[in-house]
């Protein structure tokens, strides 16, 4: 199995940048398709972007298309979220997560990081 770990969040200004990490360990990511979720305070969690194992096919909720984008290092073994103009509603704790299955549930979640986003 894998095992995820993210960094890179932090307190940015609304209008500015941060570049999520998830570390993955135990195997590689390009065996699984891999997302990126997020959980403000109060809500539940949803999801964010996704990329396929293959690497050739991304999906993006309708909030972030343009601003968030999700890739893939296979030498390091890492995804990223690169998200630019951020906004306040993009406050949240992100995770990062590993799916076995094409369309399936994902299996493996990394522990979060905190992204705050002021006005």
């Known amino acids: 199995q894998v095992q995820l770990v993210e960094s890179g969040g932090g307190l940015v200004q609304a209008g500015g940048s941060l570049r999520l990490s998830c570390a993955a360990s135990?195997?590689?990511?390009?065996?699984?398709?891999m997302g990126w979720f997020r959980q403000a305070s109060g809500e539940e969690r949803e999801f964010v972007a996704g990329?396929?194992?293959?690497?050739?096919?991304?999906k993006y909720a309708d909030s972030v298309k343009g601003r968030f984008t999700i890739s893939r290092d296979d030498a390091k073994n890492t995804v990223y979220l690169q998200m630019n103009s951020l906004k306040p509603e993009d406050t949240a704790v992100y995770y990062c997560?590993?799916?076995?299955?094409?369309?399936?549930?994902?299996?493996?979640w990394g522990q979060g990081t905190q992204v705050t986003v002021s006005s």
């Open positions: 997560a590993a799916r076995i299955h094409l369309a399936g549930e994902y299996n493996y």
């Open positions: 990329l396929w194992r293959s690497g050739a096919y991304t």
């Open positions: 135990g195997r590689t990511v390009s065996s699984y398709d």
